[in-house]
Every structure is written in C-alpha cells, then in structure tokens.
C-alpha cells in the first residue's frame, strides 16, 4: 500500500500564503500522476490542482495565478504554494496519488486544515 501524509496547513490572514507538502511512501513502484483536492463543510470535493509525472500542470479557475502545484519525483512528494490567500480558500486539502500498474488504484492523505480569517 501506499501512505500519503500532508503537513503545512494552519491559520493565515487573507492576503497571506501557505505552502502545503505531501510525502508518499510505502509500495509505490514507479512515478505516477499527483493533485490536490479540497473541501469545505457542506460542499463537494473540489479538484485544485494537477501535476503529471513530467511536470505538466492544471489549475481551477478560482486558483489560477495564485496557486503552484510542483513535485519532487526524488523524494515522492508534491507541493502547493498558495499565494494571496482568501477566505473562500478555507477547507480540508487533501493530496491524491493516482498508481497505475495492474489496475489504477487511488490513493488519499489524511488531509491538512487551512483557514483564512482575519
């Protein structure tokens, strides 16, 4: 199996900035596509961002110039540096690992609380 764990998040005045880690270990065999994904209460899980195993990105459109996915292949880990911080921007980020070998299997972390308040 593979275990993901987040670390970085915390309370943050608007306009402020945040850079969130995710480590992977365990069975992992290979390089595979990463995302981070968040949700606040009462809400859907929302993709945030995206980064391929060669370092191709994508952003939401309510991220898009503040966000930055980028990854670590030596160290199986991915980043989201979150710049000019809003309190819409509050909720759980969880990291995703999506290993393709025999079958596609996803795999989550834990998840990291960021809240933006004044």
């Known amino acids: 199996q593979v275990q993901l764990v987040e670390s970085g998040g915390g309370l943050v005045q608007p306009g402020g900035s945040l850079r969130l880690s995710c480590a992977a270990s365990g069975r992992i065999f290979g390089i595979y596509p990463m995302a981070w994904y968040r949700q606040a209460p009462g809400k859907q899980r929302e993709l945030v961002a995206s980064i391929t195993t060669s370092g191709n990105t994508n952003y939401s459109d309510s991220v898009k110039g503040r966000f930055t996915i980028s990854r670590d292949n030596a160290k199986n880990t991915v980043y989201l540096q979150m710049n000019s911080l809003k309190p819409e921007d509050t909720a759980v980020y969880c990291c995703?690992?999506?290993?393709?070998?025999?079958?596609?299997?996803?795999?989550w972390g834990q998840g990291t609380q960021v809240t933006v308040s004044s």
């Open positions: 995703n690992v999506k290993q393709l070998l025999f079958k596609t299997i996803d795999y």
